[in-house]
């Protein structure tokens, strides 16, 4: 087993992540008219990227531990690279009804703070500044404040989820035929992504591992907080809240397997 501890190797898996995610998105927008208005147009947001924080990380911490958390959140930055640098922007004209515009996608992941920060994240982990930072005085102090932030906006994120809430059959039916088509298209890029990294790093258990549970998580939970429309927040809201049930069944499938 070839450990993914280089700069090139970390590159290679974020890029071959990025792939895999630009090729769901575009799926979605291709199958995106078998589901009716106004709930076609949020497919390609639901086909694709993953809930990392909330859902697959602690999944996969407690399959393979804390100490292991590094390959799936190696996995989960193309997510957030893709996420907060083109998907947000494009789910935001999307919800207005405008054509996608490169130039004002461009200024809004600029302008976005998580990207901003996560550019900044990459930046310092790859420079060995933030290793730097947690091994000096301050290090104990960051990771408090850091736990003090995440656990406030957990709850906040669970809420706004949950909140719009709706199993009316009209709108249960359309999210279950996007679930299906999440099913399908993520369980398909899914064994084409452990393919390439068994090919390029040869047998790496926990790097499959957290391909599994990353793209068996539901789509974003923090798309909801760029949704305007009523039935839009209804169809989300629902629609995660149902695949949690998908992404719990491949966990306890994982977890009866290893």
Known sequence: MKCIGNTVDT?????????????SFGLGYAIRYLVRPPYRKYIPF???????????????TSLCGVENLSHIALLDVACLLFGFGVYMGLLQQAETGQRAKIKELALSALKNPTFIATVLGIAAGATGLLQWLLDSGAGGL???????????????????????LDFSLGLVLPCLKAIAFRIVVQSALAAAVIAVFHALFGENVLLSLAVIMLMASPAPFS????????????FVSTFNSLYCIVTVIVYIIIACLI
């Open 142 to 164: 960051y990771l408090a404040v850091q736990n003090i932030i995440t656990v406030g906006m957990s709850a906040l994120i669970l809420l706004v989820v949950g909140y719009d």
């Open 223 to 234: 798309m909801q907080s760029y949704l305007r429309t009523e039935e839009g927040s209804h």
């Open 46 to 60: 639901l086909v694709s990227i993953y809930e990392g924080g909330m859902i697959g990380y602690p999944l996969y």
């Open 11 to 23: 590159v290679v898996v974020i890029a071959v992540m990025l792939c895999a995610i630009l090729v």
